[in-house]
């Protein structure tokens, strides 16, 4: 390679400081404390409580290993609350 790369032309460098904006005004203008994945989370049990884990990733986008991951976190934080489905035990349901 001659020269140095010009880091403003690769998507990849772009999608990060957009990240990285997004990220400090969110912090600033929406929470400090619920970053906008959660908040995501939490639209979608708004809309339609009493879903399943598997729903919330499919209404929200992440894979199934990162919604599972957002949604422990908000029902350790108490912003969702869990309950067994009365017709198929083997299902946890967010509240």
Request: glycine share 4%.
């Amino acid at each position: 390679m001659t020269g140095a790369l010009d880091a403003d032309r690769y998507a990849g460098h772009l999608i990060r400081r957009a990240e990285q904006v997004h990220t400090s005004l969110w912090s600033k203008f929406v929470s400090e404390t619920v970053t906008s994945q959660q908040f995501a989370v939490l639209d979608a049990l708004r809309k339609g409580p009493g879903v399943d884990q598997s729903t919330v990733a499919r209404l929200t986008s992440p894979d199934r290993s990162t919604a599972h991951h957002i949604v422990r976190l908000l029902t350790e934080q108490h912003y969702v609350s869990r309950t067994r489905d009365l017709s198929d035990r083997r299902r946890t349901l967010r509240r």
